[in-house]
Every structure is written in structure tokens, then in C-alpha cells.
């Protein structure tokens, strides 16, 4: 058995230590908001939140985060979560999905990103990038996801 604190919530799940994270929130938990893209930590869609930062959960076994905190997307865009909130209205707003399978990764590492900056401050458009450099979105919305990243900066200042 091995114990994960996932949203908040103490889980114990019978999976193999080295389970990746992914399928332990996707088929031991039930938590699909978490996506599979391409397995190798390469694509983002798979991004959650390791005591807040952005982690790619498709390598990363369940031994290796075993008593931190782990946030999926169903926390941040569904809790109290400001930062994701402020982030996800962006989203919305700006009409970022196309087709929506890289979004909860997209919007993991964009809340990671938001809240590793110092209050108030407005992040450059080469910041944004560089930022989100690990995250794939086959349709092309990244003018797109740059603009509600910055919206979602502005409203949090």
C-alpha cells in the first residue's frame, strides 16, 4: 500500500511503488482530469502540482511523492484555488481550447507558473514563454494561452 495525499486528501492505494502518478490518479483514483499525452514528460498534458510545483506525472513514480502534497486539475479549477480560478476564467475568456486534451496540463503549469511570481508582478511575454516551453498544444492556441496568462496575472495584481 502506498499512501498519497491528493488534493488535500489522504488516499491509500494498492499500485506497485513504481507506478507512475498518472495512472494511480487516472485508475486507482478516478481523477481524469489528469491527461496522458505522450509518456515520456515531454508533452505536458500530464503536468500536476508536487508541493506546488509543476511535475509531469507520466515519470514520476507514486515512491517519489509519497508524503507531499500532490494537486490535480479537479483542485485548482474546481476549489478554492485563486490563482487557478483567476487562471481558468482567463482561459474561458480568451477562448483557449480548441480541442481541450493539453488544457488541465497547460493550466497546471500556467498556475504553477503565477504563483512562483512575486505579488503583483506582470510577467513578460518571454517569461510566459519560457514558462510554458514544456507544454505542447497541437492546435496552436499559444498566442492564445499567453494572452489569458497575462489576463490572469493582471486580475491577481
Known amino acids: 500500500m502506498t499512501t498519497l495525499n491528493v488534493n488535500g486528501r489522504e488516499q491509500a ?4 511503488p513504481g507506478t ?16 496522458f499525452g505522450c509518456g515520456m514528460a515531454q508533452c505536458g498534458a500530464c503536468t500536476v502540482h508536487v508541493d506546488g510545483q509543476a511535475v509531469r ?5 507514486v515512491s517519489a511523492v509519497a508524503g507531499q502534497k500532490i494537486t490535480t486539475i479537479e483542485a485548482v479549477t474546481g476549489g478554492q484555488d485563486k490563482v487557478g480560478k483567476a487562471v481558468h476564467a482567463a482561459w474561458v475568456k480568451h477562448d483557449v481550447a ?19 511570481l512575486p505579488k503583483g ?11 510554458m516551453a514544456g507544454n505542447v498544444c497541437r492546435c496552436g492556441t499559444y498566442a492564445r494561452i499567453r494572452a489569458a496568462i497575462a489576463d490572469a496575472a493582471k486580475s491577481l495584481a
Do not use: H, N
Request: hydrophobic share 35%.
Open 13 to 16: 492505494l494498492d499500485v506497485d
Open 20 to 35: 507512475p502518478v498518472l495512472w494511480a490518479l487516472r485508475d486507482a483514483l478516478g481523477l481524469t482530469g489528469t491527461k
Open 57 to 61: 506525472s507520466c515519470v514520476t513514480p
Open 98 to 116: 480548441q480541442c481541450g486534451y493539453c488544457q488541465s496540463g497547460q493550466i497546471m503549469s500556467a498556475t504553477a507558473f503565477l504563483k512562483s
Open 121 to 131: 508582478k506582470q510577467p513578460s511575454e518571454g517569461e510566459i514563454d519560457a514558462a
